[in-house]
Structure formats: C-alpha cells, structure tokens
C-alpha cells in the first residue's frame, strides 16, 4: 500500500486566495483525520470522519476552513480565503475501527505558506 | 486541563546510552489507548508503540519500550541504545473510549530529541 497520500506537498500562496488541500487515506481505512501543526499551537484536530461522515469538527478554526469527503478514498481540506495566519502543515491520517485501537497513518503533511 | 502532558521540551543523550521521554495523562475513562509517534526534521510521522489501559505487560517494539504506570497516569517512552537516527519530536498521544465510539485523539506537545556521537 502507498500509505496516505497527500497533496500538495508544499503550498505558497497570497492573502485572500482559496486553498484546496487533498488526501486519500489508505484502502480499507474508515477513519479520516486533518490535523495543523504550527509551532505555538502543536498538533491540533481540526475534523475528522468516520465512513465518510463528519463526526466532529469543533477543531475547525472558522468558517473559513471547510472539509469533505465525497468517498471513501478522497477528502480535501479547503481554505477560503486563506489568512497569513493558516501558515501551518496539514497533516492528513487514516485508521480502521476494530476491537483494539489502532494507530493513525499519517500522510506527509502539506506545508502551507500564505503571504 | 491538557490531557497528554509533556513535561520535557528538549532531551539530550549520548549515542548507545538509553533514555526515558515522559509522559503523563488524564482520563477518567476506563479504556484507552496511548501511542507514541516520532517525527523526524523531515516532517512525517511515524508509529512507534502502543499500549491498551487493559494491557498488563509494558509494550515493547524493538529498541521502544513503554513504561505503563496506570495509577499514575504515566506512559513513559524509553529507548535503548540510542542511535543519531532517533534525533527527532516525539509525541505521546491518547485515545479514550472504545474503539467503535467516540474517537477523538489528543496529542502532546512533544519532546525534542537529540542524540550526540
């Protein structure tokens, strides 16, 4: 398996544009995690889904943050419009349920650079 | 209050010598689970342990240990024998309730790990 794939990798954009960032969780996995990682604030959950259904997403920052999961094998994490202050990575994870608890997988993150 | 609390910011540790990283929670659930994660400069992160609130032995993966001090709340990250390759964040992070309900995991702020030659 590939892993979770996110993408893009890195991102650079301007005040006020919109951001679009996408995962697709590993096969099989019915759990779907975005996370934001900065510096002051550690690792944060913004949302996340079980069998494509948003569960909680009381770690979304604002209104201006919104995610989706149209399937079982794509979620994109959308920012508009995006603020300096989203500079962040964006760490996408998946996990199956079971009896025991499983660990996250996590995707390689994207680096978010809004000027 | 912070449920994963990491009290070291940065650690140090001569390569081969072994090392604890700490890590204590709160939770008034009976089942959880407690993970350890390590984060290179790279950026990934990366599974390393796992240990069930109803497990009774320590885990352990290779050169990771997990010492699991339930009535102190603790879940200690020790690594032997160090390598310049464990240089990196770790993050302790919980899981509470059962594994088919509520699912909400919480991180630590993680501890710096540097080993020296």
């Known amino acids: 398996d590939a892993g979770v794939i996110q993408s893009p990798r890195h991102e650079v954009t301007e005040m006020g544009q919109e951001v679009t960032l996408r995962c697709k969780p590993i096969s099989g996995h019915d759990y779907l995690f975005w996370y934001r990682q900065t510096m002051m604030r550690g690792l944060e959950l913004l949302i996340y889904?079980?069998?494509?259904?948003?569960?909680?997403d009381s770690g979304m920052p604002e209104d201006r943050f919104s995610a989706k999961m149209p399937n079982a094998s794509f979620s994109t994490l959308k920012i508009q419009p995006s603020e300096p202050r989203d500079s962040a990575v964006y760490f996408c994870a998946s996990s199956w349920t079971s009896d025991n608890y499983n660990e996250q997988f996590f995707g390689p993150g994207t680096r978010l650079t809004v000027l | 209050a912070q449920k994963i609390t990491q009290t070291q910011p940065g650690m140090f540790v001569q390569e081969k010598e072994a090392v604890t990283l700490d890590c204590t929670y709160d939770t008034s659930d009976q089942s959880y689970g407690l993970f350890w994660y390590k984060q290179p400069s790279s950026g990934e992160m990366i599974f390393l342990i796992y240990q069930g609130s109803y497990d009774e032995q320590n885990a352990t993966e290779g050169r990771y240990s997990l010492n699991f001090q339930k009535a102190r709340k603790s879940a200690n990250l020790v690594i032997s024998a160090s390598q310049l390759g464990d240089s990196a964040m770790y993050f302790c992070a919980m899981r509470e309730g059962r594994a088919g309900g509520s699912y909400i995991p919480t991180f630590g702020r993680g501890t710096s790990l540097i080993v020296h030659p």
């Open positions: 889904f079980n069998n494509n259904v948003p569960i909680d």
